[in-house]
């Protein structure tokens, strides 16, 4: 019988009637029971979170900062055993899957010791002005699937130092990770102050628009991002959302091809290429453009694709059905449509697991559907380009704004490209670099507003400014 795993609602460890299945991607075996929540629980955790905030926004930040990075060491002193149910439940490999839970401890420890301090407007004869940040109360957190455990914390890290207390909605798909730490954090937090709940998709517009819930902080698609902010308009709602992302990487003629080849890999394939910021449409100039995209295929064909707890693996399954079916669909186009492979391709129908072999396509046109959506997968499109102003008007032509990269021998000129891509994040010679002292948040549709950095702690607050006249009237 798999486990079952709890909720963590106002302190206390919370199961349900109802439950749903969590589905391990590497052989579609269940491994744990989780409770599906609705309304009821929902308003439970909601008026938990509203108490807990009356005194938890006036709880010193010094104090509010230490439970923090007491929550993040609980986190990174349980890390094998978080990390091995995260690729349980995601099938990122062991390696990529530990990456992740102690890049969530480090993240959250780190974005606690930032402080949003008054800022002094006017300090004249006539009159004092500052502002000040104040919480903006109950935040209701809604998780994807390929980073849980990173999302989650990136959410009740910097909505606790702000005063705010949470919800959170873990992806069905894979809350397992997230539920331990629950029950690890249990007796950390505050009783409301970190409100765990799992359910049916059908939960997120529960959330959107619960009534007293103050703010939404979402991580996913553009197309569930919309939706959001339909919901959260009814009650004029503060909103947070990083959403999808087309990204590209320009790979300039200086490049190094030793160096470069498997750096570019792996920015597609990390996670098997289930990243927002993944490098999705690559572009290599023309001179370089054969013995890149040879020495990328070469390495590819090193990289073994498989269950993420056996070792060696380096790419593992796609995660859920749905988005499985969806990655074949665009392979199968591009091979409806005559485009060259140069590795993978062939989806083995056969066995269990959502297993997608590494595939990459040589030279796609532009409006390929390869090229034009966002694949969430492990297939990477390879084009030439010859101009760099060429290159550039062909990486912004995308209704998406989320990162890029550039690749060169010389940073100066990297940096100049990179300042005209229409993105929020851009890499020059490195990628999937984020750092919890620098504002990360998408232009275009892939969202707005930021998450880390004070920008992101901002997201959490309002603006109050006080004025006091020096003259005042007696």
Known sequence: MPKTYPNLIDGELVETAATMEVLNPANEEVIGLVPSCGEAELDRAVAAARRAFKTWSKTPIEERRAVI????????????????????????????????????????????????????????????????????????????WNFPVMMAMQKIAPAMLSGCTIVLKPSPFTPLATLRIAELIKDVAPAGVVNIITGEDSLGPLITG????????????????????????????R????????????????????????????????????????????????????????AIADYARTVKVGDGSEQGTGVGPIQNK??????????????????????????????????????????????????????????????????????????????YGLAGAVWTGDPEKGVRIAEQLETGTVWVNEYLHLSPFAPFGGHKQSGFGAEYGLEGLKEFTYAQVITVKKDALV
């Open 69 to 144: 990075q007491k929550m993040a060491k609980v986190i990174s002193d349980n890390h094998e055993e978080l990390y091995r149910l995260l690729t349980s439940e995601q099938g990122k490999p062991h390696e990529q899957a530990k990456g992740e839970i102690m890049g969530a401890a480090y993240m959250a420890g780190s974005q606690a010791t930032l402080a949003l301090d008054d800022v002094i407007n006017e300090d004249s004869a006539a009159r004092l002005s500052r502002t000040r940040r104040v919480p903006v109360g109950v935040v209701g957190g809604i998780v994807p």
């Open 210 to 237: 619960h009534p007293d819930i103050d703010k939404i902080t979402f991580t996913g698609s553009t197309a569930t991002g919309k939706k959001i902010m339909e919901g959260a308009s009814k009650d004029l709602k």
């Open 322 to 399: 749905k988005q499985f079916d969806r990655v074949c669909e665009l392979i199968e186009d591009a091979k409806d449509n005559g485009y060259k492979f140069l590795v993978g391709g062939d989806v083995d129908p056969s066995g269990s697991g959502y297993y997608v072999p590494i595939t990459i396509i040589d030279n796609p046109p532009e409006d390929a559907r390869i090229v034009a959506e966002e694949q969430f997968g492990p297939v990477m499109p390879l084009m030439k380009f010859s101009t760099e102003a060429e290159v550039i008007e062909r990486a912004n032509n995308s209704d």
């Open 239 to 294: 909103i947070t959302l990083e959403l999808g992302g087309n990204d590209a990487s320009i790979v300039l003629p200086d490049a190094d091809v030793s160096k470069v080849a498997e750096q570019l890999f792996w920015s597609s394939f990390s996670n098997a290429g289930q990243i927002c910021v993944a490098a999705k449409r690559v572009y290599i100039h023309e001179d370089i453009y054969d013995e890149m995209s040879q």
